[in-house]
């Protein structure tokens, strides 16, 4: 498969911005697939992950005629993308901080386990536990570690990439993903000894 | 550069996100350090291993939903429910009156039950004795004879 360059994907966000809708089912076609594995990985929901990959595709047209060439395509696209989720996963901590509070404990403890339900694709048993484990960890991170590592790692971009799009530093970059990388060795770590729960890898 | 920071340089070292210099001095204080090779082995697997996760997969409805999505945004700010629900309970209104005002010459003429007509005529006192159960043209004649009678001494 050919990659196209992200000029071409530039040139095709000035004609989103002129209100060129085949411009922009072009630019839904090459992104899709990463802005949903973005968002999934950035929330720990698959489930939510098109959701908030269709909020995004929304926000990246409206702000198309704001788009300024001197940023790459996909650095803008990961800002619109980080943005989003970190809202969401705000809002998302608040409404559960907020149920948190009403619930009994065994209302807390039947959320926990429903949370827990894979909802991705089909794993082996092994898979699933790694995944539970990888997402415990991510739970831990700060948001701004959770995008860190999740563009670094998910999305292989570069530290220099990573900094534009979150409006940062490289050497900020390089803490923050080390720290994750290191958080979630140690769960990994955990499950492999067989130290982990079994609620932290549900 | 002492151990502790030579550990937090390893991701970056293991991402390639190194400087040359910084690269080659990591790679001399590895090489002389087996708790710094462990921790790279680790984060290296770590690393492998999180790559091997599957990922969600778009479905085929996304571009349709959001390509939707757009259409609802892109109509104008009075084509919205809560604007469009009175307007068009405004105009169905007035097409009702149109209807009715330009059709009336065309109705045809109205066969009128005689004790309707009378009672309708008489309105007023139905409506007052209808509580009383007078509903017929012959209750109403009653009612006048009575009138009647007071009248007269």
Redesign the interface.
Known sequence: MTTLPDTDDARLMIAVGRGD?RA??AL??RH??SV??FC??FVGS?AR??EL??DV??KL??SASRYSPTATFKTFLYRVATNHCLNELRRFDERRAQEAKEMTQEQHDAALEHEGTSE??D?SLE?RE??AA?NAAMEQLSARERAAFAM???EGM??RDIAAAMEST?SAV??L??RA??T??KH??AWQSGAMPSRSLA | MNEKNWQSELTAYIDGELPEAERKALEAALAADPKLQALEKKLRQTIALVKTLPAPEPSRALKQSVLAHLDEEKRPSWFSWPTLVPAMTLAAAAVLVLVLRGGREELPPLVVDEEVLVISQNMEVVEDLDLVGLASAEDLEVVEQLKDLEVTP
């Open positions: 809708k922009f089912s839904f076609d899709q697939a949903v594995r999934g990985r698959a992950a098109e990959a269709q595709f929304v047209y409206k991705g694709p794993l898979g790694l995944e990888v670094c790692r998910f570069a530290y490289e390089k803490s993903i080390h990388t290191v979630v060795m990994v770590e």
